[in-house]
């Protein structure tokens, strides 16, 4: 496994649309995260997910926003009637969930959405 | 809401300097992590730290958490070009359920 893979790695979309980022983590990770990060900031937390169920959500991810993760192994990220404040890095990172002292994310190279 | 506070946010040296990077914050963390991210790529897992005190050495990097598992800090020695990037600390919470990143700090290390 050669780690976590996002897809695309960029989108350029109009004001309006809707965009659908893919997350393919490691494969024997129980844990998927969503994370928003805008320039010369650290990522913000939008929601994970243990196995297929989304176990929590920030106040961030507004209605707007849609994650799945139907089978437990890959997600997708949908932002619908995207504005311009939307632009930003969209990344996402998996974990074995392990003991919650030790576990660690491991990060994709994340997708870069630019609304127009 | 940002937990972690970073200092300094931006840092600029030559070659060869050393530099001390800090993270700080009220909460207490199960676990703390160090991550350099590059422009347009994903942050790439330095460290992680799990018991107060704890201090962990990776080549010139020398990463400490802090006894009450509040704080870190990250000293890099002898600082070269391949370590310019946005360093950013994440803490694990006590239900492991989150990670709250740092505001990051910038370094470019000039030649």
């Known amino acids: 496994d050669t780690g976590v893979s996002q897809n695309p790695r960029h989108k350029i979309t109009k004001r309006g649309q809707n965009v659908t980022f893919r997350c393919d983590p490691i494969?024997?990770?129980?844990?998927l995260y969503w994370y928003r990060q805008t320039l010369g900031q650290g990522p913000e937390f939008l929601t994970y997910?243990?196995?297929?169920?989304?176990?929590?959500k920030s106040r961030l991810l507004s209605d707007r926003f849609s994650a799945e993760r139907p089978k437990g192994s890959f997600s997708t990220l949908e932002i619908q009637r995207t504005e311009q404040g939307d632009s930003a890095m969209y990344l996402c990172a998996s974990s074995l969930g392990a003991l919650e002292s030790t576990d660690t994310q491991y990060f994709g190279p994340g997708t870069r959405l630019t609304v127009l | 809401t940002q937990l972690l506070e970073q200092s300094p946010q931006f840092l600029s040296i030559q070659e060869g300097e050393n530099l001390t990077v800090y993270c700080n914050s009220s909460?207490?963390?199960?676990?703390l992590q160090w991550y350099r991210q590059e422009p347009g790529e994903g942050p790439v897992l330095l460290v992680t730290v799990v018991t107060g005190g704890e201090v962990k050495k990776l080549k010139r990097l020398t990463f400490q958490f802090g006894d009450a598992r509040k704080d870190s800090s990250l000293h890099i020695t002898a600082a070269q070009p391949g370590d310019t990037g946005l360093y950013l600390c994440a803490g694990a919470t006590n239900t492991g359920n989150q990670f709250y990143f740092g505001t990051g700090t910038s370094l470019t290390v000039i030649p």
């Open positions: 494969s024997e990770h129980n844990r």
């Open positions: 997910f243990q196995n297929e169920a989304q176990l929590e």
């Open positions: 909460s207490v963390f199960s676990s």
